[in-house]
């Protein structure tokens, strides 16, 4: 599977964000997807994942209320619209993908990568 994230910039606190992930060469439909983050010098982290079913969910308590998964299983995309942005959300931001239907937190549980895309909250 190759995955492709994008859409990542510098933007002011309070401000909005899209992510995409668009992936290619593995049924989309059968794959969970997930954003990780990862801030300098720290741990990458969960942020959001959402099942091949789109039935499940899950969030990270930071990002909670503030930023939404969804997927296009037409166009093989995972999207995270990301608002009131705060200096605290600048990362790099990684998009995953685990077979199954079940969403993970732990990274370790995801097979692929994307490249990662950077987003920078100014204060």
């Known amino acids: 599977v190759q995955l492709q994230a994008s859409g990542g910039g510098l933007v002011q606190a309070g401000g909005s964000l899209r992510l995409s992930c668009a992936t290619s060469?593995?049924?989309?439909?059968?794959?969970?997807m997930g954003w990780f983050r990862q801030a300098p010098g720290k741990e990458r982290n969960f942020v959001a994942g959402i099942s091949w079913s789109r039935a499940n969910t899950k969030y990270a308590d930071s990002v909670k209320g503030r930023f939404t998964i969804s997927r296009d299983n037409t166009n093989n995309t995972v999207y995270l619209e990301m608002n009131s942005l705060k200096p605290d959300d600048t990362a790099v931001y990684y998009c995953?993908?685990?077979?199954?239907?079940?969403?993970?937190?732990?990274?370790?549980?995801?097979?692929?990568w994307g490249q990662g895309t950077l987003v920078t909250v100014s204060s």
């Open positions: 060469g593995r049924t989309f439909t059968r794959t969970t």
């Open positions: 995953a993908a685990r077979g199954g239907n079940s969403v993970q937190i732990d990274s370790r549980q995801y097979e692929y």
